[in-house]
């Protein structure tokens, strides 16, 4: 899936609020098209990570690059999925996948073909002319991710976006932004708690430590798809990961 190039470059990124040092020298790189879950212990520094590679945070000092060039929202094509469904309730399912389409003024023909597609992929068409308080809460993410994915981002930031379901619904959806990344190619980041969740989608998980957090390790997930949870193969991986969180 992913290719050699590399389409994210984190060099040297550290953030300091203050006194209080939250994340120190970091630095990975990420190929085109790559999925990357970043895991680590709880109160780490994940969500200033995140708000660092999205723009919405200054570095205190470092680089984040896209295609080699310092990330710009105004240049770059940078997406969000959060814990909380983000659908805009005035809009239905179909104009909601084609907001952010509406917005980068992509031609009539590019909007509906990537609405539909994305519609289609979903699961959404008997809900395409609804809007998001006629939907289930799980109905309504799989709308928020859809969005997300229809800009064909650069970069596409997770941030746990299924805390909130059960987790048979977590599977359905973890199956479902799977589906849509083999179909978009899109690169993703998916910040996740949850060490099974990181195994069953990533092919690399990031593994931060404590505050102030570091790059602990890298690890590749070797393991075909679609992942069996229950193989001793998963749950090796699982395993370690964990260990290497708890551990210090």
Known sequence: MSESKNKIE?????????????LDDISFSIKKGEFVCVVGPTGCGKTTFLNLLCCLL?????QLLIDGVPADPQKHDIAFVFQEPSSFPWLTVEQNISFGLDIKRKSA???KKSVDDIIALMGLERFRNSYPSQLSMSSEQRMVIGRAFA???DLLLMDEPYSQMDIKMRFYLEDEVIKLWKATGTTVIFITH??????YMAE?????????????????????????????????????????????
């Open 58 to 62: 200054e570095p205190t000092s470092g």
């Open 204 to 248: 690399r998980v990031l593994i931060l430590t404590n505050k102030p957090a570091k790059v602990k390790e890298s690890v590749q997930i070797d393991l075909p798809r679609p992942r069996d949870v229950s193989s001793p193969d998963f749950i090796r991986y699982r395993k370690y990961i964990t260990d290497q969180i708890r551990w210090w």
């Open 151 to 153: 800009m064909h981002p």
């Open 10 to 22: 984190v060099i040297n990124l550290t953030k300091k609020f203050g006194d209080l040092l939250v």
């Open 109 to 111: 023909e590019e909007r």
């Open 194 to 199: 949850n060490i099974e969740e990181a195994v």
